[in-house]
């Protein structure tokens, strides 16, 4: 590489942070300029003037407290472009890949690839590739079909009809918030996409709606 790559570790856990950190630092061509705990401290430091500049890769966790991986994703793409964003993380599940992905995450790479693998991945976002393996690609894939499936006549997204489940099963805004890691804010707003979608007036309808629906016991 001609140019020294920028990366931000966005994880909540010390110890990842300082073994990605320590595989980072063995190659000449990349440099960690920042960390963050949590998708919060990360848009908290990305709006500040870091002194290295913005990064030109974020390696992002996808579970996390305050701010999980896939929402601080959607604002780093939404308000700085430029900046590549590779979910590293130990989940697979389908629903979180394609989330991941629609949120603007160039890449979707698993905690067990190698050092190398993971240097190629950030080397690759860095020039705009996206990377994704076998097992990944076919989770993407699966993730798509079942969005198919659960597709209905309200077109209620995938995370709609999460927070769907969770208020028909008597959940507060905060128990939802912490459930699926997503701020308060956000879930206000899928609520208020679900009231305007099925055409209700609370939440107390929504829950009997889901009833009805079938979806829930």
Not at 48 to 55: D, K, T
Not at 83 to 99: G, N
């Amino acid at each position: 590489m001609n140019s020294e790559v920028t990366i931000m570790i966005v994880d909540d856990h010390d110890m990842v942070r300082a073994g990605l950190r320590t595989y980072i630092s063995l190659e000449s061509g990349m440099r960690v300029i920042a960390e963050a705990a949590n998708g919060k401290e990360a848009l908290s430091k990305l709006e500040s003037e870091l002194s290295g500049g913005l990064p030109d890769v974020v390696l992002m966790d996808l579970m996390m407290p305050q701010m999980d991986g896939i929402e601080a994703t959607r604002h780093i793409c939404a308000k700085y472009p430029g900046v590549k964003v590779v979910m590293l993380t130990s989940f697979l599940e389908e629903a979180k890949v394609l989330e991941a992905v629609e949120a603007g995450a160039i890449s979707y790479v698993l905690k067990t690839v190698s050092s190398d693998q993971l240097v190629q991945a950030v080397y690759s976002a860095s020039q705009g590739m996206p990377v994704m393996n076998s097992e990944v690609s076919l989770a993407l894939t699966k993730g798509l079909r079942q969005r198919n499936v659960h597709s209905d006549e309200e077109g209620l997204t995938q995370r709609e009809r999460e927070v769907l489940m969770l208020i028909a099963d008597g959940k507060s805004n905060k128990d939802i918030s912490d459930e699926l890691h997503i701020s308060i804010k956000t879930v206000k707003t899928h609520v208020s996409n679900l009231l305007m979608k099925c055409e209700l007036e609370d939440r107390t309808q929504l829950a009997i709606y889901a009833h009805r629906k079938g979806w829930v016991q």
